[in-house]
């Protein structure tokens, strides 16, 4: 079985632009979490979708967004993006929202100049 | 708010050694999870503890939880260099979201 996967792998942008992250989780996995990580801040919360529908969010400003598909795909999305956006962006993916098991991807590493 | 204190933040230990990570939670949590983390790597998840009382044991690791005192532990038996890494805990309840202890940096030595 698959793993969960995420595209791309490294992104470089500069300040200002938006930037589009994409999930794949396991098949048959309904549910997906996006977390950041910057070692500043740890790892934080920033999203939870369960059938296309966001069931969370973290304490994150509104320039952070996202959305799943009928597929369960999970995009987000950061608009005018800021130096301090810059982190390790990780999905995870689990059959159903109690999340007994998050299976994560291998991140999305964006460097904002 | 749900807050996860893990400690210590680092820890070297020397092979064949037993040490104990520590997770306290400051209010009420229904799950608590440990993830390992290697380097420039991605989290890969451990243990789910689901309930007072639970332990689970996979391999050299060891995960407790202690509702009650609001605590999780992770306890390492005779440490071997491919243990170090460093070790997440986190907590939520019920459907809520997943919040993330500092993590532990274990560096195990010859």
């Known amino acids: 079985k698959a793993g969960v996967t995420q595209t791309p792998r490294y992104l470089i942008k500069t300040r200002g632009q938006q930037v589009t992250l994409s999930c794949s989780p396991i098949?048959?996995?309904?549910?997906v979490s996006w977390y950041q990580q910057t070692p500043g801040q740890g790892l934080q919360f920033l999203f939870e979708?369960?059938?296309?529908?966001?069931?969370n969010k973290g304490n994150f400003p509104g320039r952070f967004s996202g959305r799943q598909f009928s597929n369960s795909r999970s995009e987000m999305n950061v608009s005018t993006l800021e130096l301090g956006d810059s982190a390790l962006y990780l999905c995870?993916?689990?059959?159903?929202?109690?999340?007994?098991?998050?299976?994560f991807g291998p991140g999305t590493r964006l460097t904002v100049l | 708010e749900l807050k996860v204190e893990q400690n210590p933040l680092f820890l070297s230990m020397q092979e064949g050694k037993n040490y104990t990570i520590y997770c306290n939670y400051s209010?009420?949590?229904?799950?608590l999870y440990w993830y390992r983390q290697d380097p420039g790597k991605s989290l890969e998840s451990l243990f789910v503890?689901?309930?007072?009382?639970a332990v689970k044991q996979e391999g050299r690791l060891m995960a407790s939880l202690d509702t009650k005192a609001r605590l999780s532990t992770l306890h390492i038996t005779a440490a071997v260099h491919d243990l170090s890494a460093t070790y997440f805990c986190?907590?939520?309840?019920?459907?809520?979201?997943?919040?993330f202890g500092t993590g532990t940096r274990l560096q195990v030595f010859p």
């Open positions: 995870a993916s689990s059959v159903g929202r109690q999340r007994d098991t998050q299976y």
């Open positions: 098949s048959g996995h309904r549910s």
């Open positions: 979708y369960f059938s296309e529908t966001q069931r």
């Open positions: 209010t009420t949590s229904d799950r």
């Open positions: 503890l689901l309930s007072n009382g």
């Open positions: 986190a907590g939520g309840y019920n459907t809520d979201k997943l919040i």
